[in-house]
């Protein structure tokens, strides 16, 4: 059973480093201390396999509790253990320090939790590889004892079986004595040394192991005989047999005689390049983005942290630029993700040319990228790198015989003026490109601190419009439609308010983008349209029936069931098909024409009506008006009021009206304020309008009460002179 100390005075860190070790091994038994004083205590009656200590502690530091440790001579089973150093400290004063003091490795903080399992599992086969060879040593030099042959025997048979048993071992093995002869060397290491055991057993230790190698080896075997300690595992390099470079781990320790004194270093290498070159891979994936091979979010936000520190103590600056291509999504919807893919590639070609080699540029995800420009002299020096960005992505890009086209958009930070973390500096960023989009792409903005609160109230709106789908904060008003053949209220558009936290109502041009935005536009809209069908179905069975249209938002009709939504809303209300009328504007159903074509088949079928809202600011195409089932065209307000003093609208209108009936369709005029415009749209035989000239949009019960005052029956309005309004309050 493996057994690992802990070592570290924050609590935190004690439980995070003794759940690391307890997955080490099966089994493995952790010991946690946070006083150095009590783990040299228990070190005393105790082994253990491998300790982990923190470096900076009140009252023994990790170096001095190292020296401690290797120096408990009353127990010997401790004196060569691996101990790890985990220190925040980069200066290289301090790892000497923790080395000098007898440590076999240190982790700088924060640990990398799949760097400190690898060392620390390596460490333990290390220790696991001494202790079996210490072990066989000591059986060997048992049976010597007992033995009943002669010495000289004894020594041939054991060296013999020694060298026998150490060939099995995986690992480079040598022996030395105190004049640096080579008195022994296993197959692995003569194979190494592109020699045999034979040769190499007798000769200086630099025919083992080379020039440079063998000196710096002769001198760690020197402090082993005067300490009779052993030496800590250490990474080094060496050449191969085919001369290649290769990296071995490499420890040493005392081989003693009957009377106790250090006759030989026994040396164990263990070759681990492979090793090295898949962490290598494993961390170059881990840090960079496999389509263009620029490093990622991570490896971004590490060269962040660093440039955020160099800052805090220098008048270091640095300009972070938050990158994203406008319209990408076009061109992986019309051209497949193949070309999109290759697109990507060419951009991250052109950034990297763009920048200078302490620049890094990194891919964050799908059509974004960030530049990290570092050692600024000031703000116009971001402004320079991103207006290079937009020239060079303004050529077109050749992809697999096509001839794309591109821009970009950018958000420019500079710290430490605009964020003194990562994270803030990143967000900031981002909503500086989202200016940049709103204000027409293709282009760069300084990030600004209105922008972080505009992020922050519409943050605040989406929270509450969460709030209020569950506190039922939306209400519906209603504004009549009016025939102009019998002067009657023949229907009421559905219009959504929000009363905010129970206050005044919110108009919907406040809150709707968010919603759109963040996706609770479908919820709202179902609420919207659950709610009106209820009312007109209360009408309905009030004896004044009416029709009521209710706007789908586009969000709802491309990512919704809108008939399964509308039949359940039917269903639940029991409204008359015939009473409900969706409103949707040319741009829908122009989007996904064939899609739209067989949507509003299927709720024609189910006998609801459909209009075309907003009708000429569009395609107003007479092909699509005729390849859709629509029953009614609304004019959009813009043409009603200019159509009295503006001929173009005045003739517009009357070229919609004369569409909407040669394709027997019903024409409605919106926005109607003026006795005048309802004169002009009655001689061009308008069906119905609707506007503030008869009445803004009005709670549910104050329409109630209008049809009531003006039709004890139901609907009728008298016929105003045009001098007057219609009457309605």
Known sequence: MVTILILDDRTTNRDIFSRLAASLDRGARVEAFGDPQQALEWLRGNSVDLVVTDFRMPGMDGAEFTRRLRALGDNPAVADVPVIVITAYNDRAYRLRALEAGATDFLLSPVDHYEFMTRARNLLRMRWQQQVIQRRARSLEQELEDSARTREALLRDSRKALAQVIDTVPAMITAADRQGRCVFVNASQAAFSGSTPEALVGNEIERVFGAERGAASRERDRHVFETGAALAEQEEEAVGPSGEARVLVTTKSPLRDSAGQVVTVLTTSLDVTDRKMAERRLSHMAHHDALTGLPNRIFLSERLRHELARGRNSRHAFALLFLDLDRFKSVNDALGHHL???????????????????????????????????????????????????????????????????????????????????????????????????????????????????????????????????????????????????????????????????????????????????????????????????????????????????????????????????????????????????????????????????????????????????????????????????????????????????????????????LGHSLRLSVVAEGVETAEQLARLSQENCDEVQGYYFSPPIPAEALSRLLAEHDPAGAFIPAASPAEPYGVP
């Open 340 to 658: 999109g893919d290759q697109l990507l590639q060419e951009v991250a070609r052109r950034l990297q040319q763009s920048v200078r080699p302490e620049d890094t540029v990194s891919r964050l995800g799908g059509d974004e990228f960030a530049i990290l420009q570092a050692g600024i002299s000031g703000p116009e020096d971001a402004a320079a790198l991103a207006a290079r960005i937009v020239e060079s992505l303004s050529a077109p890009f050749a992809c697999d015989g096509q001839v794309l086209s591109t821009s970009a958009s950018l958000g420019i930070t500079v710290s430490p003026r605009d964020g003194r973390d990562a994270a803030g500096l990143l967000r900031n960023a981002d909503l500086a490109m989202y200016r940049a989009k709103a204000e027409g792409r293709n282009g760069w903005r300084f990030f600004a601190a209105a922008m972080d609160e505009r992020a922050r109230e519409a943050m605040r709106v989406e929270r509450d419009l969460r709030l209020g789908l569950e506190r039922d904060e939306f209400v519906l008003h209603y504004q009549p439609q009016i025939s102009l053949r019998t002067h009657r209220i023949v229907g009421a558009e559905a219009l959504l308010r929000w009363r905010r936290g129970g206050g005044a109502l919110v108009s919907p041009g406040v809150f709707l983008p968010v919603a759109e935005e963040t996706g609770l536009i479908g919820p709202i809209n179902e609420w919207v349209l659950r709610e009106a069908c209820r009312q007109a179905a209360a009408w309905a069975r009030a004896g004044r029936p009416l029709r009521i249209g209710v706007n789908l938002s586009p969000i709802q009709f491309r990512r919704q069931d809108v008939g399964q939504i509308v039949r359940r809303a039917l269903a639940e209300t029991g409204l008359d098909p015939a009473l409900l009328e969706l409103e949707l504007t040319e741009g829908i159903l122009m989007e996904q024409a064939v899609e739209s074509a067989v949507m509003l088949q299927e709720l024609r079928q189910l006998g609801v009506c459909v209009s075309v809202d907003d009708f000429g600011t569009g395609y107003s195409s007479l092909n699509y008006v005729k390849s859709f089932p629509v029953d009614r065209l609304k004019i959009d307000q813009s043409f009603v009021r200019g159509m009295v003093s503006d001929p173009n609208d005045a003739a517009i209108v009357r070229t919609i009206v004369a």
